[in-house]
C-alpha cells in the first residue's frame, strides 16, 4: 500500500513558477514510477510527466516539454515536478501517482495509486 500526498499547489501569474511535490509512505517508494497528471474543469484527465523508479528515464506530454521537470528523490520518497513559464492553459488539479509498471507508463491506466490532487491556477 502506498499513499500520496501533493503539496505545492496555488496561484501564479503566466509566466511564473511553481514547484509541486508529492510525499510517499512505505518503505517501497523505489520499486514504483511515478507519473503526474492533472485536470482541468470540464475535461478528462490527463498525463503530464513521469519518471521510471530509477530516474533514469522521463516522460513527458508535449503541452509541457521543455517546460516542467519531473524528479525524484527515493531516500525522501519523494517526487517533484518543477513547472516554469506556466500558461493559463495549465490551470487544473495535479495528482501524483505510482505505478509498479515499466512501460505505458503515459496511460492512466498503469498507475496503482492517486493522491488528492492539489489546485494550480495560473493568471492571465
Known amino acids: 500500500q502506498v499513499q500520496l500526498v501533493e503539496s505545492g499547489g496555488g496561484l501564479v501569474q503566466a509566466g511564473g513558477s511553481l514547484r509541486l511535490s508529492c510525499a510517499a509512505s512505505?518503505?517501497?517508494?523505489?520499486?514504483?514510477?511515478m507519473g503526474w497528471f492533472r485536470q482541468a474543469p470540464g475535461k478528462e484527465r490527463e498525463f503530464v510527466a513521469a519518471?521510471?523508479?530509477?530516474?533514469?528515464?522521463?516522460y513527458y506530454a508535449d503541452s509541457v516539454k521543455g517546460r516542467f521537470t519531473i524528479s525524484r528523490a527515493n531516500a525522501k520518497n519523494t517526487v517533484y515536478l518543477q513547472m516554469n513559464s506556466l500558461k493559463p492553459e495549465d490551470t487544473a488539479v495535479y495528482y501524483c501517482?505510482?505505478?509498479?509498471?515499466?512501460?505505458?507508463?503515459?496511460?492512466?491506466?498503469?498507475?496503482?495509486?492517486w493522491g488528492q490532487g492539489t489546485q494550480v491556477t495560473v493568471s492571465s
Open positions: 501517482a505510482a505505478s509498479i509498471r515499466v512501460d505505458y507508463l503515459r496511460d492512466y491506466e498503469s498507475y496503482d495509486y
Open positions: 512505505g518503505r517501497t517508494f523505489s520499486s514504483y514510477a
Open positions: 519518471i521510471s523508479w530509477s530516474g533514469g528515464s522521463e
